[in-house]
């Protein structure tokens, strides 16, 4: 058991049978009144953001998330293994869970998941990531000024926008998060 005071981003509580992490918390004291926590937690499972407002000082049960680095190895029909790098024991992460994080994950790429009891509850990926250019129209000439964009195949499959003086074969900085493009790499 813990305290409102105990809340901090990332935390996640036991509320009426569900796993909620918390996303933003605010300790407020008004003028007249009790202090109280304003957070905004998101499902774990669920994947819902909701707001909710506790009282300072109650006590508030969290959950146990052990989170650990695994290695991605290969997708399984809708079920994705990863294989955890110190005892070689691999992991089977269903879709749901994934979900649109698969667009940016390359095989022996490592990848952080959280766990509850056993059980896989999300993964987290870096902030970005690097990506080769499979496949994208040529750009014409005289198109190397700032402006337009145009769509990219990326080596996962996923599409993202991308300047027009960019070729097939470069390798671009992608954020996992929004799936934008952030530039190029040269390596």
Do not use: C
Not at 93 to 107: C, K, Q, R, T
Not at 122 to 130: K, R
Not at 133 to 145: A, F, H, K, M, V
């Amino acid at each position: 058991m813990a305290t409102t005071n105990d809340i901090k981003n990332g935390t996640v509580l036991k509320l009426e049978g569900n796993l909620w992490s918390i996303i933003e918390f605010q300790h407020v004291k008004p003028g007249k009144g009790g202090a109280f926590v304003r957070t905004k937690m998101r499902n774990v499972r669920s994947g819902k953001v909701v707001d909710k407002t506790f009282n300072a000082g109650i006590k508030i049960e969290t959950a146990t998330v052990d989170r650990r680095d695994y290695q991605y190895l290969y997708k399984d029909g809708e079920d994705y293994v990863f294989m955890d790098t110190s005892d070689y024991d691999q992991l089977t992460v269903p879709g749901s869970i994934v979900g649109d994080y698969a667009n940016f994950m390359l095989e022996s790429m490592m990848i952080t998941i959280a766990m509850h009891e056993g059980a896989p509850l999300y993964i987290e990926l870096p902030a970005s990531v690097v990506l080769e250019i499979t496949y994208t129209e040529p750009g014409l000439q005289g198109d190397r000024s700032t402006g337009g964009t145009k769509p990219a195949t990326v080596e996962t499959g996923y599409e993202i926008q991308v300047p027009l003086f960019l070729e097939t074969g470069t390798k671009v900085k992608v954020d996992t998060r929004t799936g934008d493009y952030l530039g190029r790499v040269n390596e």
